[in-house]
């Protein structure tokens, strides 16, 4: 039944491959993430250490590199590159978690603003700008503290928190396709609004979402690193910014143990950077507004 | 509309934003889950502070009660007591506004000039190199968490070289003999915290500054300018920029928020005396009253500056008050 759209999705999925394959940036970006995604899989069989507090080697506290740890060790003995592998499974399940939650809003909100419009969309647009003018790192702290420290808190504040942008991308793109033709064709065809919205609407406005959405990848994993280093994380799961909190905690920063601080920030760097080429060559296919130019 | 009715509803609306923020602020403290005054207090506080604090919060009353009672303590000035610096939290943030002011200010001169003078540079130098490693560079300042930049500077410059301090505004424990050597003393301790806030947020600005040239250059006048032979510079400097000066105001504003978020982490990490490091101690406190009070204030100053660079904004280009 639905082969035929399966196959019309795949057709315009390779072509857009295609394009993509033509961005140097893009590439670069996926294949940097393709290194990172790899090792949070197998974090497990890379690393015959142990990353719980309680297993660490205490004869082995904040030891530079050697051979047997190539990133030195942390306070509490652990393997400072086990952590990393493994920190990486949690901030990239963090961004992608709370991109999910902030894509889906934005793209329900923008939609709803852009296509209904009238007082629908003064009064969404009213919220976007109040959330826009309120400094988003303060309320997230704010929420976080009250909540308290889960790592399903911190997803959930970073979602709520992150929509504004795709939200108000969406909804102009919405609103410039209402206007076509084709649109008033269908209507009147007799289409009602939410088979419009659902069958021809949607349909083009996802690639934007798609790469919208990318974008904010690296935003929420810098937000939870951020939340993270400020001790609102979750003590019971390491990430990227976890580490840092401990190693800034645990003063390595004056006792000079450069290796424990310098890899979670570069890792964190370098995925935000490969989620924001990547999004970058997506938004140069898919938005009518960039290709024009 | 004259420009009085666009200062006046523009006034009107953030008044609006501010009564929002003020109520946001109140319920939020309030409808999280647990008791509020196991929320609101310090386990460790005696019970005679609690009873004379709820009694002055109302919370043995009705919620609406309690945000009336919120709305009048707010207009007195009365934020509440932190238990953590022993002092009214009002007191506190005003001492130490001064601080983020300072930091925010000199920092964002920083951002602003490096974003300016790279964004022309790159967009004039459209594909050489000066321009593709200008926005590679941008974009990976850009994607590093600003706290683990700050700590960067700090292991390079403190820890190694020994160059600058590492924490705090003042050494302590120094006696000053003239208000220059205090100066100098601050100035010590502030370079390293404005270089890192101001370098880690000017990628943005720059990304924005390169594409309004690069909108400018393609512009009839800057084709006129060329035609009629005037120098290059004197094209940059006084046709191409003044009009690409006009978004920066705007871009300013938006990143106020941005700033906001930059100038918490980077006062954590040098342990730089201003709101942000109060935030970052309220939160490790559970003192909530004051990162309550801490939250209101930063929101309504983002709010006032929005408010004020709209209003420059109406003033350096008429158009947008139509």
Redesign the interface.
Known sequence: MFRHEISVLWKRFKIFMDQFMMSRLGVFGLAILTVFISLSIFAPYLSSYSIKASEGNIHEVLKPPSNRHIFGTDELGRDVFTLIIHGGRISLLVGFLATIISGGLGALIGSIAGYFGSWLDDILMRITD?F????????M???S???GRSIWNIIFVIGILSWTGTARVIRSQVMSIKEKPFIESVKAAGAGDLWVLRKHILPNVLPLIAAQMTLQV?GAI?SE??LS????GDPTHVSW?MI?HYA?SCGA??S?C?WY??P??IC???V??AF?FIGYAMDQIVNPRIRRR | MGFRSFVFRRSIESLI?IF??ITLNFY??RI??GDPVS?MFNPSISPEAKEIMLKEMGLDKPLLDQYVIYLRNLLRGNLGYSFLLHEPVFKAILERLPNTILLMLSSNIIAIFLGVVLGALAAWKRGSVTDVSSIILS??L????????G??M??VFS??FHLFP?FGIVTPGVEYSSFWDYAWDVLRHLTLPMISLGVGTFGGLFLIMRNTMLDALTEDYTLTAKAIGLKNRTIIFKNVMRNAMLPLITIVSLR??FM??GS??TE??FSWPGVGLL??SS??A?D?QL??G??LI??IL??LA?FIADIIYGVADPRIRF
């Open positions: 109040l826009l003018v309120i400094p988003g790192l303060p309320l702290i704010v929420l503290a009250l909540l690296g810098l690193s951020a280093f400020l001790g609102l910014g840092l800034f920063l004056s000079g450069w601080i310098l979670p920030g964190i760097a370098l935000v950077l924001s | 934003t929002i923020v939020l403290f999280m889950p929320i974009l990976s850009y994607s590093m968490p600003m706290f683990w930049l700590g960067m700090i292991l820890v190694q590492i106020l928020g906001v978020a918490i982490l954590t990490v935030i970052y939160v490790l559970h909530y990162l309550q801490a939250f930063i929101t983002v709010v929005n």
